[in-house]
């Protein structure tokens, strides 16, 4: 599966931007997807994960309240709505596709994600 995300740009504190990743090929209801986001300097990190289903989502801490992931299997798109955002929210962002477990200890970890897109930049000035 291939992933392309977009939707990314600048926005200042309080406001909301909707990120997109289409997927190409048959298979994508059958991956786990993800959110990860990667500040300069610092390592990417876990945003949101949501199962093949679209059942179960689950969110790092800090983002919780107020961004959103889900899934439309009919479109091969996966969504992250973002709200509230804050300048701490900036970094590239980047969506990838997950096969297996289904578990935050397994969807919230890099390695286990096996397709990556290229990342879409979120900028929040205060």
């Known amino acids: 599966v291939q992933l392309q995300a977009s939707g990314g740009g600048s926005v200042q504190a309080g406001g909301s931007l909707r990120l997109s990743c289409a997927a190409s090929?048959?298979?994508?209801?059958?991956?786990?997807m993800g959110w990860f986001r990667q500040a300069p300097g610092k390592e990417r990190e876990f945003v949101a994960a949501i199962t093949w289903s679209g059942e179960t989502t689950y969110y790092a801490d800090s983002v919780k309240g107020r961004f959103t992931i889900s899934r439309d299997n009919a479109k091969n798109t996966v969504y992250l709505q973002m709200n509230s955002l804050m300048p701490e929210d900036t970094a590239v962002y980047y969506c990838?596709?997950?096969?297996?477990?289904?578990?935050?200890?397994?969807?919230?970890?890099?390695?286990?994600?096996?397709?990556w897109g290229q990342g879409t930049l979120v900028t929040v000035s205060s």
């Open positions: 990838a596709a997950h096969w297996g477990g289904t578990t935050l200890q397994v969807m919230s970890v890099t390695s286990k994600y096996s397709h």
């Open positions: 090929g048959r298979s994508f209801r059958n991956y786990g």
